[in-house]
């Protein structure tokens, strides 16, 4: 496991839309990802820098947010996985 390298080098990207410690808070992140859709590039990459889930009780409803609007980014710009 050593030999794995835990870091990304991001080439080519227009913009990072980094998103701090959600913490299942739904409102606030469909706050955020309605503003991402909007304003969102082809060349842009999305980064999650903390927790998803945690003191709320919404955490399925977070996890199920995230995967659409990975989905919906990945249909609207035709992208593959390794593109967002």
Do not use: P, T
Not at 7 to 36: C, D, V
Not at 57 to 81: G, H, P, T, Y
């Amino acid at each position: 496991l050593s030999n794995i390298n835990k870091f990304q080098e991001f080439k080519n990207i227009n913009r990072i839309w980094a998103i701090g410690s959600i913490h299942s808070s739904l409102e606030s992140f469909q706050s955020i990802k309605k503003y991402i859709f909007s304003n969102f590039c082809k060349d842009d990459k999305i980064v999650f820098l903390g927790n998803l889930i945690g003191f709320g009780d919404k955490s399925k409803e977070i996890i199920s947010e995230v995967l659409k609007l990975r989905f919906n980014l990945m249909a609207k710009f035709k992208l593959k996985n390794k593109d967002i």
